[in-house]
């Protein structure tokens, strides 16, 4: 998993706004100054999650995520964010999020429902990052929301209000910082991370729209879209499609070759092409994410089991002595 620079730019710069030094967040996460001004790096899931951690640390505002959100406008999406500011209403400037923030990051997603009278923006970060850094991933939740909230002001030149917000997570701290950036009725402890609005206050027009530039930026979008599938090796994209749509968890090959829209033949086709098997790919996943579950020693080991589809911690542990010739505990003290 990653995510681009400009996105882990928008959290270090947020953190220097609230006390902490650029140099030395750049230097706990081992960044170069001069690489935070360059779109075109992807940076790896440690480091990007990690990006908060440090953040949250040398601010000491657990409030964070909410602030920088407050501050957050759409050059953090990249292109995105300029395909964004030339769609015709506010919803449609959230859907150009959704259909193309897989070239942004694979490790945050988007989704739009509507019911009845509501339509409701959701938002979700991926589960290995719950599980690692659920702090971090609560931040990023947080200002991703409070982010939308400011970006449809700028877009629109209105405050647009949810009628609700809902959290994933439990409530933490002082409700009342909440309650201001929201303005809305809130509830922690949902289902999911969400705003609700009605349908009509997301049809308000996008003050910038202009048409022959938001065909211009999806041809862009589209064309870096189709360049990145076809750079990407198969095993990277089943990879990804485990960690992300399946939350760690290994579908069948028969389910693995529809959500990529091939056959199973020609999904084990490409994967020959490679020198690899679907096992294989699959295995590489597992000793990856396990890997990286047990270095967060808050973690029972019996959960890491179950996150990642074992029946029961035994099997899990066989499987991960098999991978490594150890066990998890003897790999956790090896952390040490």
Not at 92 to 100: E, G, P
Not at 105 to 126: A, C, Q, R, W
Not at 221 to 231: A, F, H, P
Request: with cysteine.
């Amino acid at each position: 998993m990653f995510a681009h620079m400009p996105i882990i730019r928008d959290i270090l710069l947020g953190a220097e706004k609230h006390g902490a030094s650029l140099d030395e967040l750049c230097r706990e996460l081992r960044l170069k100054p001069a690489d935070l001004h360059n779109s075109e790096i992807a940076v790896s899931f440690e480091t990007a999650y990690r990006s908060w951690e440090v953040a949250l640390q040398l601010t000491g505002d657990p409030f964070l995520g909410l602030h920088i959100g407050e501050q957050t406008n759409p050059s953090i999406m990249g292109l995105v964010g300029h395909l964004m500011q030339s769609c015709r209403s506010l919803r449609d400037a959230f859907q150009s999020v959704c259909d193309n923030n897989s070239l942004v990051t694979d490790m945050f997603h988007y989704s739009i429902k509507v019911s009845g009278s509501k339509t409701i923006l959701n938002y979700e970060p991926s589960q290995a990052w719950v599980i690692i850094s659920p702090q971090g991933a609560q931040q990023a939740v947080e200002q991703a929301m409070a982010g939308t909230l400011h970006v449809f002001q700028l877009l629109s030149g209105k405050k647009i209000i949810p009628t609700q917000s809902t959290f994933a997570h439990s409530k933490s701290g002082n409700l009342l910082e909440y309650q201001r950036v929201f303005q809305s009725t809130l509830k922690f402890k949902a289902e999911d991370n969400s705003l609700v609005f009605f349908k009509e206050q997301l049809q308000t027009p996008v003050i910038s729209y202009d048409r022959s530039l938001l065909s211009m930026f999806n041809k862009l979008l589209q064309e870096k879209s189709s360049v990145r599938k076809s750079n990407s090796q198969i095993t990277h994209q089943i990879k990804n499609e485990i960690l992300t749509n399946f939350k760690g968890q290994v579908p069948t090959l028969e389910m693995m070759a529809s959500k990529l829209n091939m056959t199973p033949r020609s999904l084990q086709r490409r994967l020959e092409e490679q020198k690899a098997t679907y096992r294989q790919v699959t295995t590489e996943v597992g000793q990856e994410l396990s890997a990286s579950l047990l270095k967060n020693k808050a973690i029972k080991i019996i959960e890491i089991s179950r996150t990642l589809g074992y029946a029961d911690s035994r099997s899990f542990q066989r499987a991960f002595k098999s991978w490594t010739g150890r066990s998890p505990g003897e790999f956790r003290k090896s952390l040490n």
